[in-house]
Every structure is written in C-alpha cells, then in structure tokens.
C-alpha cells in the first residue's frame, strides 16, 4: 500500500505543478521528470514487480491512471502556453506596426506588347466580321507548299527558309516541318468548306534568320475572304481600314505589284511613313531615314490564285477570294517608331515598361 500513496501523492503534485507551468519550456521540463525515461512516475512503476501478488492488479490500473492524467494534463497545458505566446506576439507585432502609415504599391505588369498587338488586330478585324481561326503549328509541306502552287523543288521556297523536322515524309503530305507562314491555313479554312470564308489567322511563324528587321520565332496574321464575285477593290478597302484602324486615320495605303506562287495578281503593301507622313523629307529638308520616299512596307496580298482553290476543293468558276499575310511584330514596330525587331523579344523591363 505504501506505492498507492506515493502513486497518488506524485499525481497530485504533478498536476499542480503543470498547472502552475507558465511557458511550453516549463512544460517540457515537467514531462522530462514525471513521464520521461528516467522520470519519478516512470521509476514508480519499476518497483510494481515488488509489489505482493494479490494487490498486483488495482495497483497496476492506478498507476495506469495516474499516468493517463498526467499526460492529458500536460498536453492541454501545452496547447494553451502555445497559444498565449502566439496572442501575445501577435500583439507585440501590431503595436509595432503604424497602421497610418501609407502602403507600397506592387509593382503592376502589362500584356507583352506582341500580345497586345494581337489583341488589337483581332478587334479591329472582328468588326468587319472576320472570325479568328488557329491552325497547327507543326505542318505538312503539302500544306506549306504545294497546295499553296509551289511545285516540289521550286525554287521560291527558299524565300521561306524552313526548319525541317526528322521524321519520316507523309506518303501523300511530305515532309513534316515548323509553319514558315500562315499561309497554310488558307487550305485548311478552304478544306473545310464552309462559305463564305471571312478568316483571320494568327499564329506563331518560324524561319531560320535573324538580324534587325527578322528573328527565328515570329508572329503573322492571314486573312482570307472567298466569295462569289470577291475583287481586288474588297482587297483594297479592307487592308485601307486595317490600316486607318491600327494605325490612324491620317495613314494612306498603296499596292504594288509584286509575285506570289499562291496569289494573280500578287501585291507589296505600303503605308504612308509616319515620321515624314508620305513625304519622304522631314519638315528641316533633311532626307526621312525611316521610310523609302514616304513609304513603308508591311506585307503580301493578292487574289488567291485559282489553282490554291482547286487544290482545295473550291470552284474557280464560281468563287473568287484575296488574303494577305502581315508580319504582327512587323506592325507592332512600324506602329512604335522601334528599328530593331530583336528588342521586342528583350527581357528589359526598362524597354518593355515604354509600351
Ligand atoms: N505568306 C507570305 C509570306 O510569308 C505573305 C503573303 C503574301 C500572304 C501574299 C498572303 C498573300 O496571303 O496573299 O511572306
């Protein structure tokens, strides 16, 4: 019976001392000596062995007991010691903190200025009823090519210095490769057969160069429009409000003839320079350094040539249609006074924050 008082006595004395324990560290302590390897409660029970074998049993389930209540005892206690110390630092740190005190602002991004220039040309192009369409990135050459009336071997396509990728050709397509122009995408919008086709195609382009005015990686937008009686005059009037709309109301546009394998009649178009404004001399008489007497080159167009609307499965006689294909970075430029394309690709944030 003599282990029954000090069993209850050490519980009584434990609890009162957790009680009294004011931080975890204390608390910590306290399981050390109780409950811990080398601790009283722990000693106690060594000694149950000793114990005649008849009080064996009730004294086992006391000293059970007692431990259980100590342990509960001490976990409660070290929860509440931990939350009084996160309150109070939490207090410390709002007395430190002057609340009047005016707030730094984060610093705010903005869209890239190619994505911005796409959202642009979406818009504007959306209010004449073109529908934005993507095609794949990766592609076939008969789709970059041939069907566009480039004959294999022909040596136009050098113009579009392609990046090939090793795989085996396609019996009926060729060889598979990085879409070095949007231009693809006039077959597969056509190849769907929907009409009348109001198109604008914008997509990533790829071509082995680099230098001011060309990187590997860039960004062009097609149109294509097919329809009875479609003329050169709606080619005209369209790229004239594309022109006025991106680039304002004073810019003048003009045609010039030129060769594409996919388009007859093919054309260049130039807009009016804005820093000469179409004169092509400075307001001092100094030569304008930016433009070609007064103009700026943008881009193809034409009438889509009748053998791309056969390949296509689109009656020559019935429908006629014209595209152009436009360099986005290329406009972007133009429209920002900037002479090296490459900077619009630069992590710079100094250059980037101008637009
Ligand atoms: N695909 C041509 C290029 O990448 C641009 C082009 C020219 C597109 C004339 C057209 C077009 O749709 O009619 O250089």
């Known amino acids: 019976m003599e282990l ?4 209850l006595s050490l ?29 009283s409660l722990t000693k106690l029970l060594k000694e149950l062995p000793k114990v005649p074998e008849n009080e064996r049993r009730e004294i086992g389930q006391l000293a059970n007991e007692v431990k259980t209540v100590i342990e509960e005892a001490l976990e409660r206690a070290l929860e509440q010691t931990t939350k009084h110390r996160q309150a109070e630092r939490l207090l410390t740190l709002k007395q430190q903190i002057d609340v009047t005190e ?3 602002t984060p610093p705010l991004g903005h869209l890239h200025p190619v994505t911005e220039a796409i959202e642009e040309i979406t818009e504007i192009f959306s209010h004449i009823g073109f529908t934005r369409v993507r095609y794949p990135e990766i592609e076939w050459d008969w789709y970059a090519f041939e069907a566009l009336n480039f004959p294999k071997n022909h040596p136009a396509r050098d113009d579009w210095e392609t990046f090939f990728i090793r795989e085996a050709p396609h019996a009926t397509y060729g060889p598979m490769l990085l879409t070095p122009h949007t231009s693809s ?12 086709i109001r198109m604008l195609n914008i997509a990533k382009t790829y071509r ?22 479609i003329s050169i005059a709606d080619l005209k009037g369209t790229l004239d409000y594309f022109v006025k709309s991106y680039f304002g109301a004073d810019r003048k546009t003009r045609i010039r003839p030129y060769h594409f ?12 320079c804005g820093a000469c404004l179409g004169k092509g001399r400075l307001p001092d008489g100094q030569e304008c350094k930016l433009c070609k007497e007064g103009w700026l080159e943008l881009g193809g167009a034409g009438m889509v040539h009748p053998n791309v609307l056969k390949n296509s499965g689109v009656d020559p006689d019935k429908y006629s249609g014209f595209a152009s294909g436009f360099g986005v970075e290329r406009v972007a430029t133009v429209k920002n006074g900037l002479e090296d394309i490459r900077d619009i690709y630069s992590t710079r944030l100094s250059f980037l924050e101008q637009f």
Do not use: C, W, Y
């Open 261 to 272: 394998q996919f388009t007859e009649p093919s054309f260049e178009v130039d807009i009016t």
């Open 4 to 7: 029954e008082k000090e069993l």
């Open 102 to 104: 005016p707030g730094n």
């Open 11 to 39: 519980k009584n004395n434990a609890v009162s001392l957790i009680l009294d324990a004011k931080t975890p560290e204390e608390l910590e302590e306290l399981k050390l000596q109780f409950v811990g390897r080398s601790g």
């Open 185 to 196: 995408g006039q077959i597969r919008e056509m190849l769907k057969a929907e009409m009348p």
């Open 208 to 229: 082995r160069q680099s230098d001011v005015s060309h990187v590997a990686m860039f960004h062009q937008f097609e149109t294509l429009v097919v329809d009875e009686k």
